[in-house]
């Protein structure tokens, strides 16, 4: 992963634009979006810019680029065709500690700007890592389709009830429990009847520990396309995983990424053992078969925890 991914508070930052064509135009229509401080630099600007300039949602200054404009901003973005001014630019930025984004070169960005499919609050941001804009772009088309128009509508529904359901929950389990059933409830993802059905589901849920655990056992395949989806599903809602030494890494990745990880081994079934006995849903990513005499599969069985297994699919 050559760029770390991260989401900036857009009120704390002040962005600058260099050039005033349709690009430039584009760049500012998304961060105009959020709350960030735009300024713009340029002789000359598109109409869509003016008009932005006129409505007062952006700043202007009318001329020509000049480091002291780098003051006070933390990100640039740079839409010329004059590469010694772009790249004067990337220098610049350097010295001031601005990241820089020089549109069309990735040579000189100190960053680069997602794909995004935007359901605010929930924002999805993917990169190709300027390998292959053309398939970023198709698999945010596609992923547009996929990804209910609602969603948002849901997210700030669930955040505005975030401390009822804490309130109600003594415990973080029954908390994470409770969110996953109601956002697997049927018309939920489609932003029908939320109140009703989160009243009904958080009266008829008690604050309970959960007193058994389960033991998951996934067949890691040697490729996560061959995982099926409930293999993955539940690799998501483990509280634990154990994988054999030489389970692929990018399996692995797959699972709860706040789940603490281990490599199972004859020394950690006790452990193991009593994450069960604590309710916790532990997932085992082993490598082929696991027979019916395997240490940690005859102490759980002994022990009376359910155990689930879940196959790759097979080629």
Known sequence: ????????????????????????????????????????????????????????????????????????????????????????????????????????????????????????????????????????????????????????????????????VKDHFSNFANRRLFWESFFTHTGIEQGKDLESTFNAQLANSKDEAKNQGELLLIDAPAHPDLLTLGAVRNMQKADNILHDANVAANIIDLCRRDAPKAINNDSNIAETLALLQQGKRVCYLHLGDVAAAHPLLTAAEDKNYPIYRFNCARR
């Open 1 to 164: 992963m050559n760029y770390f991914p991260i989401f900036l508070d857009a009120k704390m930052i002040s962005v600058l634009v260099v050039g005033g064509g349709e690009i430039a135009g584009a760049k500012i229509d998304l961060l105009i979006k959020s709350p960030a401080k735009v300024t713009v630099v340029s002789p000359k600007v598109s109409a869509n810019i003016q008009a932005l300039i006129d409505d007062d949602k952006i700043a202007y200054i009318d001329g020509v680029y000049e480091k002291s404009q780098l003051a006070g901003k933390q990100l640039v973005f740079v839409a010329t065709e004059n590469r010694s001014l772009n790249e004067q630019v990337n220098l610049d930025a350097r010295e001031c500690g601005v990241l820089a984004n020089v549109v069309d070169n990735a040579d000189l960005c100190h960053f680069i700007t997602p794909a995004i499919i935007d359901r605010s609050p929930m924002v999805f941001a993917m990169v190709s890592s300027g390998q292959s804009p053309v398939l970023l772009r198709y698999w945010r088309e596609k992923l547009e389709t996929m990804i209910p128009q609602s969603l948002g509508k849901l997210a700030s529904f669930a955040g505005a009830k975030r401390q009822a």
